[in-house]
């Protein structure tokens, strides 16, 4: 099985739609743009938040079974992929990518 490497390449936040519908809540996403994680045996990186790891679980799998070319070329690498986590007022970019 492959290792697949997964960078945190983007993080955004909707200010103006927390403001409108979120409870106030702190430490949301401790994520930081740069950060990297090593997925082995498709497994959940120590410190990934679950949320996200729900988010691109199933791309990891794929990539770390070998697999890959998502949708039909969609990545310019196509052992890679670039997910966001589900959170719509915190979502974070990741490229994930199988280490050779």
Known sequence: MKKVKITVIRKIHHKD???????PI???CEMREGETFISEDNQKPDGMCESAWQSMQSFVMTLSHGGGNFYDGWMKNPHSAMISCNDGFRPVSFLIETIE
């Open 26 to 28: 702190e430490h949301a």
């Open 17 to 23: 739609l927390s403001d409108k519908y979120e409870n």
